[in-house]
């Protein structure tokens, strides 16, 4: 059974930062693509990061994304958060690195002004 747990959600202060985990179970971790996703309340999810089958780190703005194949867990590091950021925050695996197939229950993160 595949399972994919965030943790490391939580509130924080615009202007701080948190790191989000994804540790998957019941899949052979190296050979999925991976991402991040996000939906906050009233909106439709978007993707936030995706990180390859091996796993090159990626920036983009505020967030980074890496993994460690060696131990099933993927990261999403997001600094200068700000009130928009709020959100459920979900990790997914792709076989392919375009269709998500395996999800996450998410994790909440909340920025206050």
């Known amino acids: 059974q595949v399972q994919l747990v965030e943790s490391g959600g939580g509130l924080v202060q615009a202007g701080g930062s948190l790191r989000l985990s994804c540790a998957a179970s019941?899949?052979?971790?190296?050979?999925?693509?991976m991402g991040w996703f996000r939906q906050a309340p009233g909106k439709e999810r978007e993707f936030v990061l995706g990180?390859?089958?091996r796993g090159a780190t990626s920036t983009k703005g505020r967030f980074t994304i890496s993994r460690d194949n060696a131990k099933n867990t993927m990261y999403l590091r997001m600094n200068n958060l700000k009130p928009e950021d709020t959100a459920a925050y979900y990790c997914?695996?792709?076989?392919?690195?375009?269709?998500?197939?395996?999800w996450g229950q998410g994790t909440q993160v909340t920025v206050s002004s």
């Open positions: 019941g899949l052979t971790f190296s050979s999925y693509a």
């Open positions: 990180i390859s089958r």
């Open positions: 997914a695996a792709s076989s392919d690195g375009t269709n998500y197939i395996y």
